[in-house]
C-alpha cells in the first residue's frame, strides 16, 4: 500500500485548478497524468522579462517589460481586417505601438482602456523609428503586478498546450507538494548542502536564470541523487529478494572442465579465466546466478559458456545454451560437440525445426536426462520441452536484450541459473542503472594474434571502386559481408536497395552473391547463410545485422552502406565478424556524404573513435558521451531505465554514490523498517519501482 503521504501527490492532474479533461490529455502528453508527474517534469529554459527600460532605451529584439499610457486604439479599417488593430501607448521618453492581428476590439477595450496605466511584456522591434511589440505576452494593471510573472520556467509543450496553462498547472502541483520524510542521510545533507525534498522541489520549479536550470545547481543534484537511489535502491531489493530464496549449488569434481581443457586447441585469456572463476564462485554458493558475461564479438565467450555448462553436468544436472536464431543455434553445435566428445558428453540441437518422431526422441531424452546439453532456439523453452533436472540456463543475446526473457526465464525449472552472454558491449553507467540486479563478468582481452581489422570511411560515390575491392577480394578466395541497413519506417524501400545491390553485385560477380532480409523465412534464410558458411558464395549481403552473426573465417571485407544511421556499437561489432583468420581484414564504412562531399564533424568523431580503438567498452562510452544515453544503444527499445531529473552523462559520480548508498541500505535495514527506511518506501513510490515494494512484502 502507497504510504498516505503521497496521496495528494498521486492524484490525478484534474484535480488541479485550472486543469480539465482536455488539458489532462495534452499534460498527460508532456508529462504524465499525475500531479507527481507534473512536479518531476523539469523547465528546460527560463523566460526572463525583467528588464525595465523606459520606452526610448529598449532595445530592438529585446524581451522586455513596459510600463505605458494608453493614448489611443486605432482599429482595422472596416472591410480590412488584414491591417492590424493598434493601440498607441507612451511613456515621458516615447511611444510604443501595440500591433493585434485579427482582433477584437471589445476585449482589448476591457485590456487596455484608453486613459490608464499598463504594464505591458513582450518582444520589441523598431519600425519606421516607432516602437512595436506584436501581441504582447502580457499586459496587467500595475496594481496587479503579482500577475505579470518576470521570470518564466519554460516547460515542454504540445499542440494545443498553453505555456501559460502548464505553467499554472506545475504552480498548482508545486503548491500541493507535502513536506515527506527524509530519505537522505543527515551528513550527506550537509556535506553536499543540498536542501530538502520538498524545497528542491520549489526550486526546480522556480528558476531565476538559465544558470539554475543546469545539472550540477545543489538542487538539481539532489533531486537526481533522488532518482538515481530510488533506482538502485529498487535493483538491490530485487537482487536481495532473489538471493534470499534457495537456488541450486553446483561444485562438480572438475573432471570433464580437465577434460575438455586438454582438448582445447590453445590456452585460455586472463579474461575468459577470470571470468570462469566468478561464474564458478557464484554457482557453487547455493543462490541463483543471474549474471552477464559481456564481451566483444570474438573474445570467446563460447568456451567459457560450455565450461559452466560442464561445472553443471559434473553435478549431474542439464544445461540449455539458447541462441537467437537458428543458424546461430547451429554454429554453437558445430563449435561445442567436437569438444564435448573429448569428455563425453551428449549435446542435441532442439529447434522449432524438429518435429515428428525425431523431436519425439529429443524430448523423451531431455526427460530422462540422456541428453545433457540441450543448444537451440528460443524453442527450448516450449511448453512440451520438460527437463530432467535443469541447472543452468545460457542465453546469447547477440544484439539483443531480452530483459523480457530474461524475466521470462525465471519461471522455468527448479530456479536454475542463468548467464546471459552479450556482445554488446554496455557501457558501465547504463549498466549499473539497467542491470544493476545482475552480476557482470568481462571478457575484456581478445585472443591473442588478432590482427586489428583497417577502418576506413568512404563516400557512397566511390562505390565502383569499392565494388571492384570486392571482385579483387573474391578472386583471391577471400570473403566479404556487405551490410545494408534495415530502418524500420520504410523498410521495403530498404529492402529495394539491398536487392539492387544484390543485383549489381551479382551481374558483377555470377554465382558467388546471397541476399539475406528480415522478410525471408527462416528455412530460407538460413540456406543462404549456410552457404556462405560453407563458401558456396563469396559475398553475403544482408539487410538485417543479426545474420551477419555467423562465424566465416575467411570473410576478411566488411561492408556497411550508410553506416552514419548505426550506432558505434553496432558498427564496431558488425567490424567484429571479419578479421577472425589470419589474413589482413578490412572495415569499410560507406556514407552518405554531405553537399560539399565531406563528412560532418561528428560523422568524423565517431569514425575517429572506430579507427583508434578495437575496445568496444571504450567504444561503448564514447557513443554515450557522444549521442547521450536517449541514442547510444536506443534505450527506449531496449528497455533502459530513461531518467526524468537525472542524466547519467552528467551525474555519473551521483550513481555509484546511490549504488553504495543502497548497498549498504539493504544490509543495514532490509525491510525498510526504520525512519530512514519508511521515507525510502515513500522515495520507491514517488519514482514508479513499485515492482521493488511489492517483493519487499512478499519476501
Ligand atoms: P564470441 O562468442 O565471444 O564472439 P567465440 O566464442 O565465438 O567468440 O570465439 C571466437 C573464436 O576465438 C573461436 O574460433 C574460438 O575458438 C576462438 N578462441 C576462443 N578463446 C580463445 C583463446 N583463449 N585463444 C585462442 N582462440 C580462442
Ligand atoms: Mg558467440
Request: glycine share 8%; proline share 6%; net charge neutral.
Amino acid at each position: 500500500m502507497r504510504p498516505d503521504s503521497l496521496t495528494p501527490l498521486f492524484a490525478d492532474v484534474t484535480a488541479l485548478a485550472g486543469v480539465g479533461p482536455k488539458v489532462a490529455t495534452l499534460i498527460d502528453k508532456v508529462a504524465g497524468p499525475r500531479i507527481v508527474d507534473l512536479l518531476l517534469t523539469a523547465p528546460h529554459a527560463v523566460i526572463d522579462r525583467s528588464a525595465r527600460p523606459h520606452v526610448s532605451e529598449a532595445l530592438e529584439g529585446q524581451l522586455v517589460t513596459l510600463e505605458v499610457q494608453v493614448d489611443k486604439h486605432e482599429p482595422s479599417p472596416p472591410g480590412n481586417p488584414r491591417v492590424p488593430y493598434k493601440v498607441i501607448c507612451s511613456d515621458t521618453t516615447g511611444f510604443l505601438t501595440l500591433i493585434f492581428f485579427h482582433a477584437r476590439g471589445d476585449f482589448l477595450h476591457k485590456q487596455l482602456p484608453e486613459g490608464t496605466t499598463r504594464l505591458v511584456s513582450g518582444r520589441v522591434e523598431r519600425h519606421k523609428n516607432t516602437l512595436q511589440m506584436v501581441h504582447p505576452d502580457y499586459m496587467v494593471d500595475p496594481l496587479k503586478a503579482d500577475d505579470l510573472p518576470l521570470i518564466e520556467p519554460v516547460y515542454p509543450l504540445t499542440a494545443g498546450l498553453a505555456p501559460k496553462t502548464m505553467r499554472k498547472a506545475v504552480r498548482g502541483a508545486v503548491d500541493r507538494v507535502p513536506s515527506l520524510g527524509e530519505w537522505q542521510r543527515e551528513d550527506v545533507l550537509a556535506a553536499q548542502k543540498w536542501p530538502n525534498w520538498q524545497n528542491a522541489i520549489q526550486q526546480l520549479h522556480a528558476p531565476e536564470n538559465a544558470s539554475d536550470l543546469g545539472p550540477q545547481t545543489i538542487t538539481r543534484q539532489r533531486l537526481a541523487y533522488d532518482e538515481l537511489l530510488a533506482n538502485q535502491l529498487a535493483l538491490a531489493l530485487i537482487r536481495q529478494n532473489r538471493r534470499a530464496l534457495p537456488g541450486r549449488s553446483f561444485k562438480g569434481n572438475g573432471t570433464l572442465r580437465n577434460q575438455v581443457q586438454k582438448a582445447l586447441p590453445f590456452a585460455l585469456t586472463g579474461a575468459q579465466q577470470r571470468s570462469l572463476t566468478e561464474i564458478y564462485d557464484d554457482m557453487s554458493v547455493p543462490q541463483r546466478m543471474v549474471r552477464l558475461l559481456q564481451g566483444d564479438v570474438g573474445s570467446g565467450k563460447t568456451v567459457v559458456a560450455l565450461m559452466a555448462m560442464l561445472a553443471v553436468i559434473e553435478s549431474g544436472s542439464q544445461a540449455v545454451l539458447m541462441a537467437p536464431t537458428e543458424i546461430l543455434a547451429r554454429q554453437h553445435m558445430e563449435s561445442i560437440v567436437p569438444l564435448c566428445e573429448a569428455a563425453n558428453i551428449s549435446v542435441e540441437l532442439l529447434t522449432g525445426r524438429d518435429k515428428g518422431q525425431p523431436r519425439v526422441a529429443k524430448l523423451n531424452g531431455i526427460a530422462k536426462g540422456y541428453i545433457q546439453i540441450i543448444i537451440g532456439t528460443h524453442a527450448v523453452f516450449s511448453d512440451d520441452v520438460q527437463y530432467k533436472d535443469l541447472g543452468l540456463v545460457v542465453v546469447d543475446e547477440q544484439h539483443r536484450f531480452g530483459v523480457f526473457q530474461r524475466i521470462a526465464l525465471q519461471e522455468k525449472g527448479d530456479r536454475p541459473d542463468l548467464l546471459v552472454m552479450t556482445a554488446t558491449p554496455i557501457p558501465r553507467t547504463l549498466a549499473l542503472t539497467s542491470y544493476g540486479d545482475m552480476d557482470v563478468s568481462k571478457i575484456d582481452e581478445k585472443p591473442p594474434g588478432r590482427k586489428p581489422v583497417d577502418t576506413r570511411a568512404m563516400p557512397l560515390a566511390r562505390l565502383e571502386e569499392v565494388t571492384e575491392g570486392v571482385a579483387r577480394a573474391v578472386d583471391r578466395g577471400e570473403q566479404i559481408y556487405w551490410v545494408c541497413p534495415l530502418v524500420e519506417e520504410s523498410d521495403l524501400i530498404d529492402l529495394t536497395a539491398a536487392e539492387e545491390r544484390y543485383a549489381a553485385l551479382q551481374s558483377r560477380l555470377p554465382g558467388r552473391v546471397g541476399l539475406v532480409h528480415g522478410k525471408m523465412k527462416g528455412p530460407e534464410k538460413d540456406a543462404v547463410v549456410e552457404s556462405f558458411y560453407r563458401g558456396d558464395i563469396s559475398v553475403l549481403v544482408a539487410t538485417t545485422v543479426i545474420e551477419v552473426g555467423v562465424n566465416a573465417p575467411n570473410a576478411t571485407i566488411m561492408v556497411i552502406e550508410h553506416s552514419e544511421r548505426f550506432g558505434l556499437a553496432q558498427l564496431h561489432q558488425l567490424r567484429g565478424r571479419v578479421g577472425r583468420g589470419d589474413k589482413q581484414a578490412t572495415c569499410l564504412l560507406l556514407y552518405k556524404a554531405g553537399e560539399k562531399g565531406q563528412l560532418g564533424d561528428t560523422a568524423k568523431a565517431r569514425l575517429n573513435i572506430l579507427r583508434e580503438t578495437e575496445d568496444g567498452f571504450l567504444i561503448a562510452e564514447e557513443d554515450l558521451r557522444l549521442r547521450g544515453a536517449g541514442d547510444a544503444l536506443g534505450t527506449a527499445q531496449s528497455g533502459f531505465p530513461s531518467f526524468r531529473l537525472a542524466d547519467i552523462g552528467d551525474h555519473g559520480a551521483l550513481l555509484d554514490m546511490a549504488r553504495d548508498d543502497a548497498q549498504l541500505i539493504v544490509t543495514q535495514d532490509p525491510e525498510l523498517k526504520t525512519t530512514r527506511g519508511k521515507a525510502l518506501l515513500e522515495l520507491l513510490y514517488l519514482f514508479g519501482r513499485d515492482d521493488a515494494v511489492k517483493l519487499l512484502r512478499s519476501g
